[in-house]
């Protein structure tokens, strides 16, 4: 408060800073807010008067936190009134959005999977919001204005650096290091700031930008004939003429013309719009526009026409809906289990909600997305990794504003902004991929998608032709309503599967290379039926590893403990955990020999070999190699269904739901590599991909054919694939399941101690056993090297806890682990090894 006189008077006169702090005081508010870091818990901000009236749960903030008061981008989880105890509580310094962009039905979810999948809201919040949406903080360096200049007190460096910035002003901290080339100019910085030389600040930087584009319009708001008339000014300028002509065309058709699209059609450049602007003529404007393509679209589809099976299919899971909340669609190969999907999607959307589709693989995206956008316009959206940071900033928008009634994705696209969630589809749902590894949070699709389902008081659908084990149990034991579709769409024949004993072919040298006499026959016999061909090897590169006939010497990943994969296109060996790569090495690096062997075969050998016994076919691969980039996976397939390719070999890849109308032979190059990898879901996987792959052949008016190599022609899932035997193969499964405790009867933690010394890591995970041994009630298995023991230069040990499904004891053993875990974190010497939490490994 200040006095003053005014007029001969005493008057009180209160100030605006007085008046701010007294209703800062009387309207105290409170955030609880998200920060985008692996830090336990939520942080409490004040809000100042100036944004309480607007802030929201679901706004993006700007805060200060840590030492450094680096400033961040963060997420109001809750607002509350009650103030902190301890410590002085910061202020919010920015609203970064009118609106929230996040709603409190994803606040829910991620709290949610924060608390089931054991890591941190932050983690979450990471993996949720597309980075575009987090603004970038930038670190500023600028000369203080009250430094008092003392030259002598400078090292040469530090001089040089306080120069440039006089003469530059303030700089970010790498234009900085690339003005005075100083490699190590932190240590500087440091020495410059306790000298009082710069003052450090941060700056944020929104990296969402909308894309414009430049527009034209009539100038002075002329009518259009009105402005062809003024064309005739332009008789000397016939470019000038030209563009405005071109201009009047693209307005009369679309009632707005684009910069771009007018110098096109007329074939001039800007120059020549500019002289137009300049005789006001036409005045230029910015328009923002989607990054996003889309598809030319007919109408929406008015109906979606089932056979009689697919009706009969979809009554019944209409009548499993009004028990259940999740239904297991376990339909065949080829059934039209698509058809079902659209008939609920379309009913989700005609009742004004929205619909996700889950797809496990971008592969499947392509092929879907112009199914869907044939039945539902440009209503359909499609979300996955491979969109960059502003595409995918425009989807959300699109779904948060409910532009978007059907989005079709990867298993990211559960984050998204769903206002209206009316239906959630999962295709495929056995697959492995919908199972996120890293980083955190490492959450399985499938069971996200539920659970958002059910916050959405919506339904599941579970769709496959290979139910996994924890769904077929959970159809069969009731928990889900289970709807089987065993017939194919048109009554075409599932295709006939025929074992091919490479092991006796072996012994009578018949094999040519890893092709049986039988497969080339056929896969003859479908080229002269001017058919298709699909080849399985899951495998990618050349060759698994190279190794010297004369000592063994197998050259081996520098960071990781395995053996290298041979590409030939590239002439390297490559580690597929770390990337690591190298030169193919002359000769042994161990003895000096040069006799060394490639063994073992992948997609490249295949792709390769091929056209030694087929001449003139076109043949492509498909696996993570061949399909980078954006649109990698969109150009094979539109190649292979265009027919311009004969013969397509793949990794799992291939397997996973793909429609081929010409394919009608289908070859497994090796089941026995599919069976033996170790883990307690190989023969479960190794039936699934099968059983998957052989589903593309015969689609169609034909019946298939799928060849099957494999050394053990006996093995009982082998069988299984080749006489339709699954529910055998699964209730065996179970069986044993059951006696060595594993899903669907236990609930696993796969805990994994990573460090780079040997010792520490063993010791912290023998330390770590022993914190959770008494405090779980389940049983605690380990700790074990795992079959790769080293990745990435980091030694591994991991630690199993298995949990009764059916055990009331899961949150009081989830909560011993985050304890355990807070315990390590706290130990002079073990809190310096990396700890990773999976939870339904």
């Not at 608390?115 to 919040?125: R, W």
């Not at 316009?377 to 595409?391: A, L, M, R």
Request: aromatic share 8%.
């Amino acid at each position: 408060m200040c006095m003053q006189y005014i007029n001969g008077s005493k008057k009180c006169i209160i100030s605006f800073h007085y008046i701010h702090v007294i209703l800062q005081s009387m309207y105290d508010l409170f955030a609880e807010i998200i920060l985008p870091l692996k830090l336990q818990g939520t942080f409490t901000y004040k809000v100042p008067v100036d944004f309480a009236r607007n802030i929201q749960p679901g706004h993006r903030v700007v805060v200060q936190f840590g030492r450094q008061q680096k400033m961040y981008t963060a997420i109001v989880l809750r607002l509350h009134k009650i103030k902190p105890e301890l410590g002085i509580v910061k202020s919010i310094l920015a609203l970064a959005d009118e609106e929230p962009v996040v709603l409190p039905m994803q606040l829910q979810f991620w709290q949610w999977m924060a608390s089931y999948y054991l890591c941190t809201l932050g983690e979450v919040m990471n993996a949720a919001l597309p980075s575009a949406l987090k603004l970038d903080s930038t670190t500023i360096i600028e000369l203080d204005p009250y430094w008092e200049e003392a030259e002598e007190e400078l090292s040469d460096r530090e001089f040089v650096i306080a120069e440039t910035l006089r003469h530059e002003g303030p700089l970010k901290i790498e234009d900085l290091q690339k003005q005075v080339d100083i490699r190590a100019i932190h240590p500087l910085i440091k020495s410059l700031m306790g000298k009082g030389v710069i003052l450090i600040k941060e700056e944020l930087e929104e990296r969402f930008k909308p894309k414009k584009e430049v527009y034209l319009h009539p100038a002075n708001d002329m009518g259009l004939d009105e402005l062809a008339a003024r064309g005739e000014e332009l008789k000397r300028a016939p470019k000038q003429q030209e563009a405005l002509v071109a201009f009047l065309e693209i307005m009369a058709l679309e009632g707005e013309a684009s910069r771009k699209e007018v110098c096109e059609k007329a074939g001039v450049d800007t120059s020549v719009i500019k002289k137009l602007i300049e005789k006001e003529l036409v005045v230029a404007y910015d328009k923002t526009i989607g990054r996003l393509s889309v598809v030319a679209n007919g109408p929406p589809l008015g109906g979606i026409e089932l056979t009689p099976v697919q009706q009969q299919a979809l009554t019944e899971l209409e009548a499993g809906f009004e028990k259940h909340d999740v239904a297991l669609l376990h339909g065949v190969t080829g059934s039209g289990k698509t058809l079902i999907y659209l008939h609920l999607a379309q009913q989700a959307i005609a009742e004004g909600k929205q619909v996700l589709y889950l797809l496990p693989e971008i592969a499947l995206t392509g092929q879907m997305i112009n199914r869907l956008r044939e039945k539902f316009g440009d209503k359909v959206g499609i979300y996955h990794s491979k969109f960059n940071d502003q595409e995918r900033v425009e989807i959300w928008q699109k779904v948060l504003t409910g532009e978007y009634t059907i989005v079709l994705g990867a298993r990211s696209a559960v984050f998204l902004p769903f206002q209206q969630l009316g239906m959630v589809i999962v295709d495929e749902e056995h697959e492995n991929s919908y199972k996120q590894y890293d980083p955190a949070p490492r959450y399985h699709g499938r069971d996200a998608a539920i659970f958002l389902a059910h916050l959405h008081k919506c339904k599941t659908l579970l769709g496959t032709a290979t139910p996994s084990l924890e769904s077929y149990f959970n159809g069969r034991h009731g928990k889900y309503a289970y709807i089987r579709l065993m017939e194919r769409h048109g009554g075409t024949a599932l295709p006939e599967i025929r074992i091919v004993d490479v092991k006796d072919l072996t012994k009578r040298k018949q094999m040519k290379s890893h092709f049986s006499p039988v497969l080339l026959d056929q896969m003859q016999h479908s080229f002269d039926q001017n058919g298709q061909v699909i080849l399985f090897q899951n495998k990618r590169g050349f060759a698994p590893y190279l190794m010297c006939v004369n000592c063994s010497w197998i050259p081996k990943c520098r960071n990781c403990d395995v053996s290298l994969t041979y590409h030939k296109h590239s002439e390297t060996l490559r580690c597929h955990y770390c990337g690591y790569g190298r030169e193919m090495p002359p000769k042994c690096e161990n003895c000096g020999q040069v006799h060394i062997r490639i063994f073992g075969f992948g997609t490249e050998k295949i792709e390769e070999e091929l056209p030694i016994f087929f001449p003139t076919i076109r043949v492509a691969r498909f696996d993570l190699d061949s399909t980078r980039g954006k649109e990698g996976h969109n150009k094979i397939i539109d190649q292979f269904q265009n027919r311009e390719l004969d013969v397509l070999v793949g990794t799992q890849m291939v397997t996973k739901g793909l429609d081929f109308g010409d394919v009608n032979l289908v070859g497994i190059l090796s089941a026995d590599q599919l069976l033996a990898f170790p883990d307690f879901r190989s023969h479960e996987r190794a039936f699934q991909l099968m059983e998957q792959v052989s589903g593309r052949a015969g689609r169609r008016d034909k019946q298939g054919l799928v060849l099957i190599q494999a050394m053990d022609p006996e093995h009982p899932v082998v069988l299984a694939v080749r006489d339709g035997k699954w529910e055998q193969l699964y209730e065996e499964e179970l069986k044993v399941r059951q006696a060595f405790h594993y899903p669907p009867y236990t609930r696993l933690i796969e805990i994994t101690v990573k460090h780079i010394d040997r010792a520490l890591t063993f010791e912290a995970a023998q330390w770590l056993k022993g914190m959770l041994t008494p405090q779980v009630s389940s049983l605690v298995m380990g700790p074990v090297a795992p079959f790769v023991s080293r990745v990435k230069n980091q030694y591994l040990q991991s630690i199993l806890i298995k949990i009764p499904k059916d055990s009331k004891m899961l949150p009081a053993d989830k909560a011993a682990v985050v304890t355990a875990l807070e315990q390590l974190n706290q130990h002079k010497e073990y809190k310096k090894v990396t700890v990773v939490v999976n939870v339904d490994p």
